[in-house]
């Protein structure tokens, strides 16, 4: 990797300040799924061995620049002391005389844990004075926040201005294998797109159309790409917008060797609801009034099938609306066969990982991605402002 990694720098003796993603699901004062959290562990328990006093900080959900009680870090603090087997103190500020006091006073192997950085305004505007208001409380700066480093912001982009700034362990995995996937996939390299908005996903699309072998496109995006083709969708959902690109887009591919495969058939439903009427027909057959709202027992076999001998695979989107019941077994199949698959697998974006963790297939994937957003503007080719902003090695 170009950039410098906490394995370039010497830490003893001194104070760290870390970002990292803590930006958890809570429930009642707790964090229901500590996934995150762990992925930090590597780099945590890394830096205190050597003997660095590590102070973290990280947002939490949207307070939109004000202190939002429900948005503490101090749920996020105890997970971490529970995971850690040791001390965690938790500041409920993380700019201010009292963070400087506490951060002057601390000692090799101790840990901190600032409040919120999203309290405020300041960090999504990256304004330069909290920048350098956090990075004084610091000696060296690192950044393990994979899925932060799409935003420009005062903790993952400003404060590298005022300190040595170098790589985590986890955003250098997860940099490492994103890489991997789209400089020298090993081939076939498939492709899987599937979620709500195809808008978020062209640039990735566009990207991949030349390293990527064969692209199946599912879930609420393919309706846009079926509309572009004449189909008739009904009440589906549809990005007016988009479907001049997706037109570009599907001539861009048939000039190409790639395989772009639709859906052949899906599920149509009377209501977008869990309890709605449905059935299963062919794209053509969308009766008026019907929305889709999942792939097809064809389409999902079909797309197993162009999974089976691939040897690269990168998963974003459920292929429908997995949280009903009864219009998750497109997702489902899906998930089973990139488990199945001996390719190199990699999934991204939250819902898809969520559909993975619900099936306890995530042992059986090569690398989930901490970062949904951030790994798709990695893919698109789109530089990440939080990585571009890191010390580059020297050789
Ligand atoms: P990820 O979080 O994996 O990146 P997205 O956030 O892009 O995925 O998309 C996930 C959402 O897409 C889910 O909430 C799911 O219900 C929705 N979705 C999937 N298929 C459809 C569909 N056919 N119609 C409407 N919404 C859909
Ligand atoms: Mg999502």
């Known amino acids: 990797m170009r950039k410098k990694t906490v394995r370039d720098i010497e830490v003893q003796n001194k104070r760290v300040l870390m970002r990292v993603d803590f930006n958890v699901p809570l429930e009642e004062g707790r964090v229901t799924d500590d996934t995150r959290i762990r992925a930090a562990l590597p780099t945590i328990q890394y830096l205190l061995e050597r003997g660095a006093a590590l102070i973290l900080m990280s947002h939490l959900g949207r307070p939109k620049g004000q202190v939002d009680e429900g948005l503490r870090m101090a749920p996020v ?3 971490l002391s529970e995971l850690l087997e040791g001390p965690v103190r938790v500041l409920r500020d993380c700019l201010g005389p009292e963070v400087e006091e506490a951060v002057e006073a601390m000692q090799p192997g101790e840990v901190i844990l600032l409040e919120n950085t999203r309290f405020y305004e300041g960090e999504k505007k990256n304004d330069p004075d909290m920048a350098r208001q956090l990075a004084a409380l610091g000696e060296i700066y690192v950044n393990d926040a994979f899925g932060a480093a799409h935003r420009a912001h005062a903790s993952t982009e400003g404060v590298t201005q005022y300190l040595p700034a170098v790589a985590g362990l986890l955003m250098e ?6 890489g991997r996937v789209l400089e020298e996939p090993a081939h076939p390299f498939v492709v899987i797109l599937g ?14 159309l ?4 064969a692209l199946l496109i599912g879930g609420g995006m393919a309706n846009t790409f079926l509309q572009a083709q004449g189909h008739n969708v009904a009440e589906s959902l549809v990005e007016e917008e988009a479907v001049v690109e997706a037109q570009a887009l599907l ?3 048939g000039q ?8 052949v058939d899906v599920v149509v439903a009377d209501d977008f609801s869990a309890e709605a009427a449905l059935k299963t027909v062919g794209v053509d057959e969308v009766p008026a009034g019907w929305r889709i709202l999942d792939i097809g027992p064809h389409t999902a076999e079909e797309f197993g099938r162009a999974l089976q001998d691939a040897r690269t695979i990168f998963w974003n989107g459920p292929m429908g609306v997995f949280e009903f019941a009864p219009f998750a077994k497109g997702t489902r199949a899906v998930a ?15 819902d898809s990982v969520a559909a993975i963790q619900q099936m306890g297939l995530a042992e059986r994937i090569d690398h989930i991605s901490t970062g949904g957003g951030a790994s798709l503007e990695f893919l698109e080719g789109s530089p990440l402002p939080g990585v571009e902003a890191l010390d580059e090695r020297q050789d």
């Open 77 to 79: 603090g105890a997970r």
């Open 256 to 263: 190409r060797a790639l395989r772009l495969l639709l859906p």
């Open 173 to 178: 995995r997860e940099l490492e294998t994103l």
């Open 195 to 208: 979620g709500a908005k195809i808008s978020d996903k062209i640039g990735v699309i566009r990207n991949l």
């Open 251 to 253: 001539v861009e591919a």
């Open 210 to 213: 030349d390293p990527a072998d």
């Open 336 to 350: 089973q066969a990139v488990a199945d698959s001996d390719a190199f697998s990699v999934v991204g974006g939250g």
